[in-house]
């Protein structure tokens, strides 16, 4: 099911049969993108069911919206970040949930335009900011960290082994000018990089692991997550169940340990033993699916 303008929805079926989305009355999609798995969600509620999605980025809501049109009503859309929940559930007159999703990370839509700044593809502004509220860029933190701290945080973001060399190469570069470009980082960044090994790493660009800390550092994406898997048993009806599809496993650590902290204190019943991935398929039509891990979980009532 592709969207008006590229981005395939990842593990679309198996989000529909975790969520069990039928007859239940309240979905939050919490990254509702173009609005792929808010669609095949609500096609399969039935008509008494509601869906309050969220994004942070105005052009994704405005291409889910027209995607979302033919369900009128029944849905309401929000330009929010997901750490904001409670306060948009209390703007939609909603108290509990009865099923949620977070689908993590970046839409087709925002990697594939130069002017967001995501990737070392296309040459555009070193921006990065999913939500343009932001006031921190990419360029921001690249021109102004210190060697070390930069370094930690391509390490941290990124397990990039090379990550103290790639941030001397900045530094060194960055006195003849501050980094303005992705080009000009990708270029850099590429430069640090040992011969021998970029040779023997087939299809996977140098500046791969760099460019996904600096995105993780510029919409501080784990401590959002945090607050959101938090959030999750406060604002999930008994019965109700949430799915979060994380891509890297910085992501799917966190998941794995908040629902199966919920689980060992019977606030809620793991769905998914292991993590629910891409069959052959779907890994070869869409690549963004192949890192793609979806986790679930069922709130109950603490005994
Ligand atoms: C992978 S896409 C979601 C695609 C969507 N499931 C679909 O079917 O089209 C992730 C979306 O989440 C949004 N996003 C990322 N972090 C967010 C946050 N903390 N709060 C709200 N939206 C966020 C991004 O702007 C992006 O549109």
């Known amino acids: 099911m592709e969207g008006p303008t590229g981005h395939v929805p990842v593990l679309l079926r198996e989000v529909v049969g ?3 989305p039928a007859g239940r009355r309240v979905i939050v999609d919490c990254t509702v993108g173009l609005g792929g798995h808010s669609e095949a969600l609500l096609s399969q509620a039935g008509g008494q069911s509601r869906l309050i999605g969220l994004d942070v980025d105005e052009a994704n809501l405005v291409l889910a919206r027209s995607r979302l049109n033919p369900f009128g009503d029944r849905v309401r859309l929000f330009q929010a970040n997901f750490t904001e929940l409670p306060e948009v559930l209390a703007q939609a007159g909603v108290d509990r949930v009865d099923a949620l999703l977070a689908d993590l990370g970046v839409a087709s839509t925002q990697l594939d335009d130069p002017e967001r700044g995501l990737s070392f ?9 999913m939500d343009p509220r932001r006031t921190t860029t990419a360029a921001d933190l690249v021109n102004r960290l210190g060697e070390a701290e930069l370094a930690d945080l391509i390490y941290n973001f990124s397990d990039e ?11 060194e570069a960055r006195r003849s000018g501050p980094f303005r470009r992705t080009g000009q980082l990708a270029t850099v960044v590429a430069g640090a990089y040992p011969r021998a090994v970029w040779a023997t790493r087939t299809g996977v660009h140098p500046a791969t692991r760099t460019f996904q800390a600096l995105r993780i550092a510029v919409n501080e994406e784990l401590a959002c997550l945090d607050t959101l898997l938090a959030l999750i048993p406060e604002v999930l009806a008994v019965g109700g169940r949430a799915g979060v599809i994380s891509f890297h496993s910085l992501e799917d650590r966190r998941v794995k340990r908040a629902f199966a902290d919920l ?10 033993k292991k993590p629910l991935t891409a069959g ?12 793609a891990k979806l986790r679930g979980i069922e709130r109950r009532n603490p005994t």
Do not use: K
């Open 18 to 20: 975790l969520l069990a």
């Open 161 to 171: 082994r090379f990550s103290r060399r790639i941030a001397r190469a900045i530094v």
């Open 263 to 272: 689980a060992a204190s019977g606030q809620a019943e793991g769905l998914t």
């Open 280 to 291: 052959d398929e779907e890994r070869q039509t869409n690549p963004r699916s192949r890192s």
């Open 121 to 129: 593809l296309a040459d555009g502004p070193l921006d990065m900011r």
